[in-house]
C-alpha cells in the first residue's frame, strides 16, 4: 500500500526533515508514527499527501508514484486518500451532514449517492443526531470524529491521521481510536501521526520511530515504552 | 456536467449569503462607482447625441464662380461629391438663391425683388457632411476644387463648439473606462479578503481532492452575482433619475436644439449597460483574486 524507499526530503531553507527513510506499509495495516517535534512526522505525512515532494527517492501509495505526479494530478490522487488533521479542518459555515457530503460533491457523485453515503457514515461515527449542527456547536471529539466521516466518505484505501488525538482529552482520545480502529477493520489501511504515550501503549500496533528524520525503530509489536 | 453547474451556484449562493457582510461590502464598493459611471454614461450619451445633431443641421455653404455656366453644374457637383467627408450636396440656382436671400431679410426683403432683373448672387452648393469629419477639414477641400468661389460656414465658432463637445464625449469615455477599472479595483480588493478568510476552506476544499476549476467556479459566480448586485442601485437609479431629469426639463437643454435622448429606450441601455459592467468587473476581480490564491506549486 504505501512504500517509500531512500526517501530524503531537504527544505530550502537547508534542514533535512526526512533522512533515508525506507518503510513499507502492507494493505490493511494499523501503523503509529511517533516521534518528537520536529522528528519529520509532519513532512512524513505531507510526501505521502503529495503536499510536498521528496528530494532523493520514491515514495509510492497505492500504486501512484507520489513524488512523481504533475500538479494538476494532485487533487485526482486526494482522493483516494483520507486525512485527519489534529485541528480538524471544517468549513464552520457547513452542517456536520454538509461538510461531509462535501468530500463526495468536490468529486461529483450523484446526489442520491451522496445523501445515502453520508447517512452511512454519519452512523459509523455515532453522530446521526448531529446531523443538522454547525462544527462550532460541538465538542472537540464530536469534530474529530467528523473530520474522520470526512475523511472516509469516499471509501479511501488509505486513511491518514495526524495527531488525531492532540487537542482531545483521554477519554475522547479512546472514542477516536477505536472509531479508527473500526474503520482499520473494515479494510482501510491506517497510519496515524502521534506523540500520545497512553494511546500508544493501549492500543498496541506496530509502532515506527521517527527522530531527526531518521527511522529509528520499527516494532510490529507496538508500544511506546519497548522503543524509547 | 448540469450536477456541477448547480452544485456550483448552490456553493457560490451558499458563499454569499453565510458571508453575506462581506458580500454586500463588495456590492456597495461597485454600486459606488457604477453610479459615476452611470452619470458619464448619460452625459456622454446625450453629449453624442447633441454634436450628432448639431453636425447634421449644420450646412456648408458653398459658392460657385460665376463664371460657371448651368452645363458644367453637374460635373462641378459631382466633384463636391468626391470629397470626403461629404454627405448630401444640394444645388441652388441663382434665382433659388435669391428666394432665399430675400426670405431671410423677413419683411424688409421686398425691396431686393428689383435685382430679379439682373440677379447679382451666384449660384451654389449646400453641402451637409457626414458625422466623424470636421466641418473647417470639409471646407477647406471644397475650397481648393476649381470653379468655387467661396466657401461658408458656421465658422470658427461652430467648429470650436463642436471640438468642444468632442473633447467631453472623449474625455467622458476615458473616465468611465477608469471608473471600471476602478470598480475592478475596488471589487478584487473586497474579494481578496473574502477568499483570505476562506483561505482555510480552499485548503480544505484541496485536501479533499477538489480540483482548481472546480474551486475557482463558485468564486467566479459569487463575484459576478455581487457585481449584479451591486448594479442594481445604480441601474434603478439611472432609469428614474433620468426619467425625472427629463420630464422636469422636457426633454430639451437650454433651448429646442439641444434635445436629450428620450428615457425609453436610452435609460434602460445604460442600465443594461451597468449590469453588464458589474457582471464583468465582478468575473474579472474574482478571478483575479482565486487565481491568485490558488497559485500554488509543490
Known amino acids: ?228 | 456536467m448540469f450536477r456541477l453547474i448547480g452544485r456550483h451556484f448552490k456553493e457560490a449562493f451558499q458563499g454569499i449569503f453565510r458571508h453575506f457582510a462581506m458580500a454586500l461590502s463588495s456590492a456597495n464598493a461597485v454600486t459606488i462607482t457604477l453610479v459615476l459611471v452611470s452619470l458619464l454614461t448619460l452625459i456622454v450619451g446625450n453629449v453624442s447625441q447633441i454634436t450628432k445633431n448639431l453636425e447634421e443641421s449644420i450646412q456648408i455653404y458653398v459658392k460657385i464662380d460665376k463664371e460657371i455656366d448651368e452645363a458644367q453644374i453637374p460635373a462641378l457637383q459631382r466633384k463636391v461629391e468626391a470629397i470626403d467627408g461629404v454627405g448630401s450636396v444640394e444645388y441652388s440656382n441663382k434665382d433659388q438663391e435669391l428666394d432665399r436671400f430675400i426670405a431671410g431679410k423677413g419683411e424688409g426683403g421686398k425691396i431686393f425683388e428689383i435685382y430679379r432683373e439682373d440677379n447679382p448672387l451666384s449660384p451654389a452648393f449646400l453641402v451637409e457632411i457626414k458625422s466623424g469629419y470636421t466641418l473647417s477639414g470639409v471646407s477647406e477641400n471644397l475650397s481648393k476644387i476649381q470653379g468655387i468661389k467661396e466657401v461658408e460656414y458656421g465658422g470658427a465658432t461652430a467648429d470650436d463648439f463642436l471640438r468642444v463637445l468632442t473633447t467631453i464625449r472623449t474625455s467622458g469615455y476615458v473616465i468611465i473606462l477608469a471608473l471600471t477599472l476602478l470598480a475592478i479595483f475596488l471589487i478584487n480588493n473586497t474579494i481578496n479578503i473574502t477568499i483570505h478568510n476562506r483561505n482555510e476552506e480552499i485548503a480544505i476544499m484541496r485536501q479533499v481532492g477538489a480540483s482548481n476549476s472546480y474551486i475557482r467556479q463558485p468564486f467566479v459566480i459569487e463575484g459576478v452575482f455581487i457585481g449584479l448586485m451591486g448594479a442594481v442601485v445604480p441601474a434603478l437609479l439611472t432609469i428614474f433619475g433620468y426619467k425625472y431629469v427629463y420630464e422636469s426639463l422636457n426633454g430639451q437643454l437650454i433651448s429646442g436644439m439641444l434635445t436629450l435622448l428620450p428615457t425609453n429606450p436610452f435609460a434602460y441601455y445604460v442600465a443594461a449597460f451597468l449590469a453588464v459592467i458589474g457582471m464583468v468587473v465582478g468575473l474579472i476581480g474574482s478571478l483575479m483574486s482565486v487565481n491568485k490564491q490558488l497559485r500554488w506549486r509543490r
Open chain 1, 1 to 228: 500500500m504505501v512504500h517509500l524507499q531512500n526517501v530524503y526530503k531537504t527544505y530550502k531553507n537547508g534542514v533535512n526533515a526526512l533522512n533515508d527513510v525506507t518503510i513499507d506499509i502492507k494493505d490493511g495495516e494499523f501503523v503509529y508514527v511517533i516521534g518528537e517535534t520536529g522528528s519529520g512526522k509532519s513532512t512524513f505525512i505531507k510526501v505521502l499527501d503529495g503536499e510536498e515532494i521528496p528530494t532523493r527517492g520514491t515514495v509510492e501509495v497505492n500504486g501512484v508514484n507520489v513524488g512523481k505526479l504533475r500538479f494538476s494530478k494532485v487533487p485526482l490522487y486526494r482522493r483516494t486518500l483520507g486525512v485527519v488533521f489534529q485541528d480538524y479542518r471544517l468549513l464552520k459555515k457547513k452542517t456536520v451532514f454538509e461538510n461531509i457530503a462535501f468530500a463526495l460533491e468536490v468529486i461529483n457523485k450523484p446526489r442520491k449517492e451522496i445523501r445515502q453515503r453520508v447517512r452511512e457514515v454519519l452512523e459509523i461515527i455515532d453522530l446521526t443526531d448531529k446531523a443538522k449542527s454547525f462544527p462550532d456547536e460541538l465538542s472537540g471529539g464530536q469534530q474529530q470524529r467528523v473530520t474522520i466521516g470526512r475523511a472516509i466518505a469516499n471509501n479511501p484505501k488509505l486513511l491518514i491521521a495526524d495527531e488525531p488525538t492532540g487537542n482531545l482529552d483521554p477519554e475522547r482520545s479512546n472514542e477516536i481510536l477505536e472509531l479508527l480502529e473500526k474503520i482499520n477493520a473494515s479494510g482501510t489501511t491506517v497510519i496515524m501521526v502521534t506523540h500520545d504515550i497512553n494511546l500508544v501503549n493501549k492500543y498496541k500496533k506496530r509502532t515506527i520511530k521517527l527522530e531527526t528524520g531518521h527511522v529509528v525503530s520499527d516494532s510490529k509489536e507496538g508500544g511506546y515504552v519497548a522503543n524509547v
